[in-house]
């Protein structure tokens, strides 16, 4: 673990819902969205493309930051934080 990001990281605790807190409209991303910067702003990498070239996130890892909802400006996002005691639980060591 160490001091790197991921070792930092590491530390967190996840509680995961069955609700996913983030959808993407793909029909939005694959008419409207040519530079597709969702996939290289997440700092946890949960956006990918699938076989069809859909956009995908891996919305059970997220870190609650909002740099996906900020930085997508074609509205393809719904993001809302994860209800009750879900989502991440950041912890220092
Ligand atoms: S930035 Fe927004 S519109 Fe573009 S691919 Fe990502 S989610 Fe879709
Ligand atoms: S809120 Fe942050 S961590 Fe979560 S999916 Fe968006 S960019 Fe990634």
């Known amino acids: 673990m160490g001091t790197t990001v991921e070792g930092k990281l590491g530390h967190n605790v996840f509680k995961i819902g069955k ?15 040519k530079d597709k910067v ?25 870190l609650e930051c909002g740099t996906c909802l900020l930085c997508c400006l074609e509205d393809a996002l719904e993001w809302e934080y994860p209800r009750g005691e879900n989502g991440i639980q950041y912890r220092s060591a």
């Open 19 to 33: 609700e996913r807190h983030i959808t993407v409209n793909t029909e939005i991303c694959n008419t409207k969205c």
């Open 38 to 62: 969702c996939l290289y702003i997440c700092p946890a990498f949960l956006y990918k493309l699938d076989d069809q070239g859909n956009v995908t996130v891996d919305w059970e890892g997220c």
